[in-house]
């Protein structure tokens, strides 16, 4: 079977989409469903249109090449098509690749120091630094939603929403153990500590990704504290939510309304319970990931910082930079980040059968 014939039943399913968009009454669940399918083909049916086009011109162009007025100019077209073909068939294949549903929508980045003390919860404030400047190098807005500090500085604990084109594409294989490499500040004889915060990025879920009965979460209210047990305020304005089913919980004290504080942590419990339910249905998805630049499990080491040496390196596609002063304010983040989006894309390219 020839590529062309391969590629029919993708612009059958294209033009049938088309036509169900245009029924009257649709399920707006519905509706989104179709309309991101659609969208997803749109560039793969342009692409392959082009192709037919250029294998056509190729084909008429034969016959050109039999009259001698016009081989000189036949020849011309040949050798441009010869270009024009392989590459064509290349960004077919490309916009072929399995997408992630999740790949267009905004992300919740947490970030928690781990191992090494204060020095960590200082290592997490810097990654906090890191995906700030690279978000606004985006053109990516970032929020802050809870953060709770250290009492030398740095964050124990940050979570922000990150709003903005294609955030989680980008940002998703930033999950797992990030280690950093230096002299702390509070070392007093300037030995080299390793220390370590944990990364994760979740897809935000939407309205229309998950329904949740709310029988199904406990709410519990009660005193937002600082560092120390110091009161914040005097009202019970903390919240805490508990999704019963899956155990999963969300706090959040960081507003002094109790009705913003549930907002923030629904809106954090709705994307973790959807994430959980992504990485259980999803699994070609996870097994994917896993052989090519890991699983994304908090528990996994992916990069290390190392600051003697200005060195960065990447552990699962074995990258190594000497711009750790770039990298760490965010400007040069996109050296690592393009490396593993084009291993990921090699890696389902040879597991294209086209």
């Known amino acids: 079977m020839s590529l062309v014939e391969k590629l029919q039943p993708i612009k059958k399913r294209h033009t049938e989409l088309a036509e169900a968009l245009g029924e009257p009454g649709l399920d707006p669940k519905e509706l989104v469903k179709l309309s991101t399918e659609y969208a997803g083909l749109d560039s793969v049916v342009a692409a392959i249109n082009s192709y037919e086009e250029a294998l056509q011109e190729q084909e008429d ?19 441009r098509l010869s270009k024009d073909i392989p590459a064509l068939e290349e960004q077919i294949q490309l916009a072929l690749i399995p997408k992630d549903s999740a790949d267009t929508k905004n992300a919740i980045l947490e970030i928690r120091a781990g191992t090494g003390g204060d020095e960590a919860a200082l290592f997490a404030a810097d990654l906090f630094g890191m995906y700030k400047g690279y978000a606004s190098k985006q053109g990516w807005k970032l929020e802050v939603m809870e953060a709770s500090e250290s009492d030398v500085g740095g964050y124990r604990e940050i979570i922000a929403e990150v709003s903005g084109t294609d955030v989680f594409s980008k940002l998703k294989f930033e999950s797992g153990v990030h280690r950093v490499q230096r002299v702390p500040k509070t070392e007093t004889q300037g030995r080299v500590h390793t220390s370590a915060a944990t990364v994760a990025v979740l897809p935000e879920a939407e309205d ?4 949740l009965n709310e029988a199904d979460i406990r709410v519990d209210i009660f005193r937002a504290s600082g560092p120390g047990g110091q009161s914040v305020n005097t009202t019970d ?7 019963e089913p ?8 960081d507003e002094k309304s109790q009705h913003k504080n549930k907002a923030k942590a629904m809106k954090i419990l709705k994307t973790r319970i959807y994430d959980h339910e992504r990485q259980i249905i999803d699994s070609e998805r996870a ?3 896993k052989s090519q630049v890991g699983s994304g499990d908090r528990s996994e080491r992916i990069r290390t910082y ?18 750790l002063d770039g990298i760490i304010v965010g400007e040069g983040l996109d050296e690592m980040i393009d490396a593993l989006i084009a291993e990921d894309q090699a890696e389902k390219l040879s597991n294209l059968d086209v």
């Not at 034969?62 to 050798?79: F, G, R, S, V, Y």
């Not at 304005?237 to 999704?243: C, K, W």
């Not at 190392?306 to 711009?323: A, G, W």
Request: glycine content about 2%; cysteine-free; charged content about 25%.
């Open 246 to 253: 899956t155990g999963i919980t969300v706090s959040i004290q």
């Open 287 to 289: 097994a994917d990931r």
């Open 306 to 323: 190392n600051y003697p040496q200005s060195r960065v390196s990447d552990h699962r596609i074995n990258l190594t930079s000497h711009n």
């Open 237 to 243: 304005s903390a919240v805490r939510l508990t999704h």
């Open 61 to 79: 162009l034969q016959e050109m090449l039999e009259d001698p007025d016009m081989k000189e100019m036949a020849e011309a077209d040949m050798l």
């Open 208 to 211: 229309v990704d998950i329904e």
